[in-house]
């Protein structure tokens, strides 16, 4: 059973930067996909960014072009590279991974954004 563990969150002002990490439990090179979901007060948790197995890459559009999503397999880590950041970015943001058919998720990061 896989375990993720972000960390990276924190308060930024509108306009600024935050990098968050996911960090896997076991070796990442084999997982059929990872990525991060957030969930903003009172709003149902949305699909972020995604990174498959193969590299590949998929952006909600709220996002695309100011985040980027990456992964360093020797240190079983994934990345959420956030810029520009938005008061409407503030969530908690959750990493998630499939792994062998299975749906594993962190425990979540607060990032707020200050206008």
């Known amino acids: 059973q896989a375990h993720l563990v972000e960390s990276g969150g924190g308060l930024a002002q509108a306009g600024g930067s935050l990098r968050l990490s996911c960090r896997a439990s076991?070796?990442?090179?084999?997982?059929?996909?990872m990525g991060w979901s957030r969930q903003a007060p009172g709003k149902q948790r949305e699909f972020v960014a995604e990174?498959?197995?193969?590299?590949?890459?998929n952006y909600s559009d709220s996002v695309k072009g100011r985040f980027t999503i990456s992964r360093d397999n020797a240190k079983n880590t994934m990345f959420l590279q956030m810029n520009s950041l938005k008061p409407e970015d503030t969530a908690v943001y959750y990493c998630?991974?499939?792994?062998?058919?299975?749906?594993?998720w962190g425990q979540g990061t607060q990032v707020t954004v200050s206008s």
């Open positions: 998630m991974a499939l792994v062998r058919g299975s749906s594993y």
């Open positions: 076991e070796s990442i090179f084999n997982f059929n996909s």
């Open positions: 990174m498959r197995g193969g590299g590949d890459s």
